[in-house]
């Protein structure tokens, strides 16, 4: 039961965060989270995607790009 329990519960994680990362908007920053890392040039899909307003990306522990922009 107590394994059941954990994974529910590091699925739920899992969700929260990725939830928290794509509506994410601090001081005129905004971020958009894409495609796996592996699958897409994130660098490059950012850029072209936000042009100018875009100022980094990072692929994070989950393997997703996620590009930042000022919004």
Not at 11 to 17: D, E, P, Q, V, W
Request: aromatic fraction near 12%; charge should be negative; glycine fraction near 6%.
């Amino acid at each position: 039961m107590a394994n059941h329990f954990s994974n529910w519960f590091n699925l739920l994680l899992i969700l929260a965060t990725i939830a928290m990362l794509e509506l994410t908007v601090e001081g005129n920053t905004c971020s958009d989270i894409f495609a796996r890392c592996d699958d897409i040039d994130c660098r490059s899909h950012c850029k072209s995607l936000h042009g100018a307003k875009s100022f980094g990306f990072i692929c994070d522990d989950f393997n997703l790009c996620t590009c930042f922009f000022k919004g």
